[in-house]
């Protein structure tokens, strides 16, 4: 079965630093994508990045990037000079084509602090 | 800008009655999808659907659960006498034919059921 975790419940870092959010799957497929969902309090969920399993590069959208371990099943998110706006939960997920679903782990609580 | 609205985007209803929630896509998408997210949970897959069709469906998704597209761009999840364990929020993905992982997520519905 396709499983996604993330291992820290909760998080606060001071605003400007750096943060990385941990996540690990699970999946015999080759052909899968991973993405990181911010959940703000109004619970909106917002795509915040998104790699594909094919590609070796890391994906990067401004201050967040990834670092995407196939071998291991590792799929980190790290923002780089945070800001009071990044305060949200942060979900991992997975898509598989077979599935055509999204698999979402029980996210991280991320607290950007003054 | 957003793809996709939900209506309502808070719904209260008493143990028993039937609810609609309504998903009204801004683009041109074929396949959509409804996520359940119990407070403090992670969010689950629903159901997916396909040319007026559900393609699949989760073990939550039972007989007490149905969808439509009425008129061809709204999608409706039905949930047909609620319990006190629908609570939560429901999300609405809908996503285009030529982005085969991006789902779209809506504002989502927060359904209180007393």
């Known amino acids: 079965a396709q499983t996604v975790t993330q291992s820290q419940p909760e998080m606060s870092v001071q605003e400007a630093e750096t943060v990385t959010l941990s996540c690990t799957y699970d999946?015999?497929?080759?052909?899968?994508?991973l993405f990181w969902y911010k959940q703000p309090p109004s619970r909106q969920m917002i795509l915040v990045i998104r790699?594909?399993?094919?590609?070796?590069q890391n994906a990067t959208e401004n201050r967040f990037s990834v670092n995407f371990q196939k071998a291991a099943k590792s799929f980190s998110l790290k923002i780089s000079d945070s800001q009071l706006g990044d305060t949200a939960m942060y979900f991992c997920?997975?898509?598989?084509?077979?599935?055509?679903?999204?698999?979402f782990g029980k996210g991280t609580r991320l607290h950007i602090l003054p | 800008e957003p793809e996709v609205t939900q209506t309502p985007s808070h719904q209260v209803t008493q143990m028993g009655q039937e609810v609609i929630l309504r998903c009204v896509p801004i683009?041109?998408?074929?396949?959509f999808y409804w996520y359940r997210q119990i407070l403090g949970q992670k969010v689950e897959f629903l159901v997916s659907?396909?040319?007026?069709?559900?393609?699949?469906k989760s073990e939550i998704f039972d007989d007490q659960f149905s969808v439509e597209r009425p008129d061809g761009s709204n999608f409706t999840l039905k949930i047909r006498s609620t319990k006190l364990e629908d609570s939560a929020m429901y999300f609405c993905?809908?996503?285009?034919?030529?982005?085969?992982?991006?789902?779209?997520f809506g504002a989502g519905t927060r359904l209180s059921v007393l």
């Open positions: 997920a997975l898509y598989m084509n077979r599935d055509d679903k999204i698999i």
């Open positions: 999946t015999s497929e080759s052909n899968y994508y």
């Open positions: 790699q594909e399993a094919y590609k070796q």
């Open positions: 683009s041109n998408h074929l396949y």
């Open positions: 659907f396909y040319n007026n069709e559900i393609s699949e």
């Open positions: 993905a809908p996503r285009r034919a030529s982005s085969k992982n991006i789902q779209y």
